[in-house]
């Protein structure tokens, strides 16, 4: 059973850094996908940033784009997201996401998904 662990959660000011961490499994498939959603208060919960497609393709929504950088480090078998850049908006709980789904937009249509970490991004 594989369990996903988030790291790297915290508190910091608009216009800080954090790097978030999972340690995710990598497996080489066509569709196998890893990720980052989040959810915040009264929200649905998106996707933020996405590898699938066996990691020849990158997702990252529309709110994030040049300011979020999602990797995975096959040797250590861990997912990363680096966000720069850091708003008020962004505040929410992160999710780690691993599996085959049908729709990567979807966050059920992954085998795999941690507890979560929070991220709170003050003004």
């Known amino acids: 059973q594989v369990q996903l662990v988030e790291s790297g959660g915290g508190s910091v000011q608009a216009g800080g850094s954090l790097r978030l961490s999972c340690a995710a499994p990598?497996?080489?498939?066509?569709?196998?996908?890893v990720g980052w959603f989040r959810q915040a208060p009264g929200e649905e919960r998106e996707g933020v940033a996405i590898i699938y497609s066996g990691g020849r393709s990158t997702y990252y929504a529309d709110s994030v784009k040049g300011r979020f950088t999602i990797s995975h480090d096959n040797a250590k078998n861990t997912l990363y997201l680096q966000m720069n850049g850091l708003k008020p908006d962004d505040t929410a709980m992160y999710y780690c996401?691993?599996?085959?789904?049908?729709?990567?937009?979807?966050?059920?249509?992954?085998?795999?998904r941690g507890q979560g970490t929070q991220v709170t991004v003050s003004s």
């Open positions: 996401v691993a599996g085959w789904p049908q729709n990567i937009a979807t966050v059920e249509h992954y085998s795999y």
């Open positions: 990598w497996y080489i498939s066509g569709s196998y996908s």
